[in-house]
């Protein structure tokens, strides 16, 4: 320690005041200052006019100094003297022999960091108050929500919804024999179906899709059809507003010795722009094509692009599920492919070996498939849909056994590309010795939740248990009910087929 320090006392404080010095610091002491009879230290000559001159350099001793490389504050005027005239006299940083150190600011730091945190909090304060109130907002939805059909979150038409009353339906044919179908509709009352249906050729009608081509909010319908020999597929609807039927040639090719080159096609927001677009797989060799037909949100459809060719794959194992898997606003898919290295026959021939999964995440320009994955899990019926309610797409897995009389349905998130599943998101309906005709995946009360519709028989059994419903609570699946009786059959190799899916 220096031998040299400033003694402790009282110093002038400015304005009639002193403030206690107590040798090494400032403290927070002051008094008014004594009659002018009594004995003070001297006081700093008055500031001439201009700059003030430099003190005389002394040896007097000083209080310990911190150094900075910036010069320190000046003092408040709280602290200074102010003269009568009104301008405040000039102080200098530190006194000269006789003169304790310059005065300190009157307010404590402890005070500072108070005053600080104040503002802070009043900043923070603000801001959150513009994310709750969000004045720029004008009602809108953000790019990630389902309900925006503009802004990047997919259309807002509610899943399975035909008739545009804002509840889920089902569609499906009868199968008595080749020669007599029924088509039946189910239109959704929001506790049961109200069922219609009528004779078809299902062999020979378009295959058709209900999706929100113009995003007004509600399903339209389209109907397509693939000519193998022209390698054409042509889009048509009856709605008023759909521009009118478009042709596309496709680029498709096949090494099968038998059958025409077959082709899927599915509907979702793959761009990413808000609007309903079109992907179809095709054969191409020794590949499979998977293309977008973008939509430009009038139900006019670009030509095919082609997003991915996927190697070691034949049309007739690839299956493709749209959905937005990985939560970022555009439409995936989730595909199931060959779980091991295609040799020839299995290009020109028939492939059975195992099945894995990949998913391809859409980058709004094209696909990025990740790696092939084998599972071991096998599902009666594989369906995608939002039975979560938050705007994102589930692979919902549904098993039905004879032997324990029992349908499990179990819900997987595939956003890492792997089959993984939703801790308790389940559900189980009693369906004695019975097997899984069909399912489909509709929200039939039109609360955000898709809820599950199927159909069991058992084998050389003439009749079904009615159409029944596993409702979604965004949690878990109850227990089915019957919505609908089935029709009678005249023999055991009656069948029923949900339009739009596929079992196995």
Not at 122 to 131: E, S
Not at 360 to 380: I, T
Not at 438 to 457: M, R
Request: proline share 9%; hydrophobic share 35%; net charge negative.
């Amino acid at each position: 320690m220096s031998e040299f320090s400033t003694p402790a006392g009282w110093y002038p404080d400015g304005d009639g005041w002193e403030r206690r010095w107590d040798g090494s610091g400032w403290t927070d002491e002051r008094r008014r200052m004594a009659e002018p009879t009594q004995v003070r230290p001297p006081q700093p000559p008055a500031a001439p006019a201009g700059p003030p001159a430099a003190p005389p350099q002394q040896l007097a001793p000083q209080p310990p100094q911190h150094y900075s490389p910036q010069p320190p504050p000046t003092a408040p005027p709280d602290y200074g003297h102010i003269p009568s005239g009104g301008v405040p006299q000039a102080h200098p940083q530190h006194g000269g022999y006789g003169y304790p150190p310059a005065s300190p600011p009157r307010k404590s730091r402890l005070g500072l960091w108070i005053g600080l945190a104040v503002v802070l909090l009043l900043v923070a304060g603000t801001a959150i108050t513009l994310v709750v109130l969000k004045p720029w907002d004008d009602g809108g939805t953000t790019a990630d929500d389902p309900k925006d059909p503009k802004k990047g979150g997919g259309s807002s038409a509610v899943l399975g919804d035909i008739n545009g009353d804002g509840k889920g339906d089902a569609r499906y044919y009868v199968y008595q024999d080749y020669d007599d179908v029924r088509k039946v509709q189910a239109l959704s009352n929001g506790n049961g179906f109200d069922v219609t249906d009528v004779a078809v050729d299902p062999y020979r009608e378009p295959k058709d899709l209900y999706l929100d081509w113009d995003g007004d909010g509600v399903n339209e319908h389209l109907t397509w059809a693939f000519v193998a020999s022209g390698k054409q597929i042509t889009l048509s609807s009856e709605d008023k507003d759909f521009p009118g039927q478009q042709n596309f040639t496709l680029s498709v090719s096949t090494l099968k010795k038998y059958g025409d080159p077959d082709i899927q096609l599915v509907a979702g927001d793959f761009d990413g722009d808000g609007d309903q677009d079109l992907a179809v797989a095709a054969p191409n060799d020794r590949v499979v094509d998977v293309s977008v037909l973008a939509n430009d949100g009038k139900g006019t459809f670009s030509d095919p692009n082609l997003w991915l060719s996927i190697p070691n794959a034949v049309i007739d194992v690839v299956r493709i599920y749209p959905g937005d898997f990985d939560k970022d606003g555009d439409t995936d898919l989730w595909v199931q492919l060959p779980a091991e290295q295609l040799d020839d026959e299995a290009y020109s021939g028939y492939y059975s070996g195992d099945r894995g999964f990949a998913l391809l995440k859409s980058s709004g320009k094209n696909f990025e498939a990740g790696a092939v994955s084998k599972s071991n899990e096998f599902f009666d019926a594989t369906l995608v849909g939002d039975v979560t309610g938050d705007g994102t797409s589930s692979i919902v897995g549904v098993k039905a056994s004879s032997y324990k009389e029992e349908l499990t349905v179990q819900v997987y998130d595939v956003s890492s590309g792997r089959l993984e599943p939703v801790a308790g998101f389940t559900g189980t309906s009693k369906i004695g010795q019975r097997n899984l005709q069909g399912a489909t995946l509709s929200d039939l009360d039109g609360d955000g939740k898709a809820d599950l519709v199927f159909v069991v028989k058992a084998y050389k059994e003439a009749k079904f248990t009615g159409v029944q419903v596993m409702k979604s609570t965004g949690a878990v699946l109850d227990p089915a009910l019957v919505w609908a009786e089935t029709p009678a059959c005249k023999d055991d190799d009656c069948r029923i087929e949900f339009i739009g899916t596929k079992r196995y």
